[in-house]
């Protein structure tokens, strides 16, 4: 409601009790303005979003690359000051470790790339479970973004490595563990066969994540995006190349609805 709008109401309402409310809407809606300008912190190079943990379920996530490392060290230490848990991904071992030295317990993942920190210990919600099945070793470094991500809102992860289709077999003998689970995540580089392959195997929800893992013709993940795209399996959700982030914060959201 406008000042305008106020003053109309005002002037043409005979009843006391709506000119009350009208006023008193009128200083409600100031205040939520107000509310909402004191949770942007401006850094002049970046405006932290501080209400994005209410509004999403989860705090405002760096994402490193281009930034330098004062920023980051900046942005970090302001969103630890304001949130419970803060995680930053991209992020290089020489800057991890500069941002520890001011934030001790910031724990930095060297494969996942990921530095993370959180007030207190994270609570896990009980008898939920998001399994990330990664096709090679080569895919790890995008599965333990995922697996970092997922488990910073607070969800219990597995992680089977090394069970791509050139090696079906090593896949079967942990299919009961994967139908088990309430979400899971393919990690897949090169063509990108076992979303589809496990998807004809399990009734959970599946999040497949291509990677740039690949000989020449595999055009650095784009054949896996297509091929899990192009899925002839049922219900296959997929995220962009190289998106670990991406798939742990969908499957934690999923988790967190249940």
């Known amino acids: 409601m406008t000042m305008d709008n106020l003053i109309k109401i005002l002037k043409l309402s005979e009843n006391e009790v709506e000119a009350r409310e009208a006023l008193q809407n009128y200083i409600n809606n100031l205040n939520d303005n107000q509310k909402n300008n004191n949770n942007i912190e401006d850094l002049g190079y970046a405006q932290l979003d501080l209400d994005r943990q209410r509004r999403t379920g989860f705090p405002e996530v760096i994402y490193s690359e281009g ?72 895919d790890l470094p995008v599965a333990n973004e995922a697996l970092v991500t997922a488990e910073m809102m607070g969800c ?71 091929a899990m795209l192009n899925s002839c399996s049922a219900g296959i959700t997929v995220v962009n190349i190289d998106n670990g982030f991406g798939a742990g914060f969908a499957a934690g959201l999923i988790i967190n609805n249940q």
Not at 79 to 96: F, I, P
Not at 108 to 127: G, V
Not at 181 to 187: K, L, N, Q, R, Y
């Open 67 to 138: 930034k330098t490392t004062r920023q980051l060290k900046q942005i970090f230490k302001k969103l630890s000051e304001k949130n419970d848990r803060v995680l930053a991904t991209r992020v290089s071992k020489k800057t991890a470790l500069q941002v520890i030295s001011e934030i001790p317990l910031a724990v930095y993942n060297e494969s996942a790339r990921t530095l993370a920190w959180s007030l207190n210990p994270i609570k896990k919600k009980d008898n939920k479970y998001i399994t990330i099945v990664c096709a090679g070793t080569s």
């Open 156 to 226: 219990n992860v597995r992680l089977i490595s090394d069970v791509g289709v050139a090696g079906i077999h090593r896949l079967f003998k942990h299919i009961e563990i994967i139908r088990s689970s309430d979400v899971i995540i393919i990690v897949a580089g090169m063509e990108g066969a076992l979303a589809s392959v496990i998807g004809g195997l399990v009734s959970k929800p599946i999040i497949a994540v291509p990677t740039s893992v690949g000989y020449g013709s595999s055009f650095n993940g784009v054949a896996s995006l297509l």
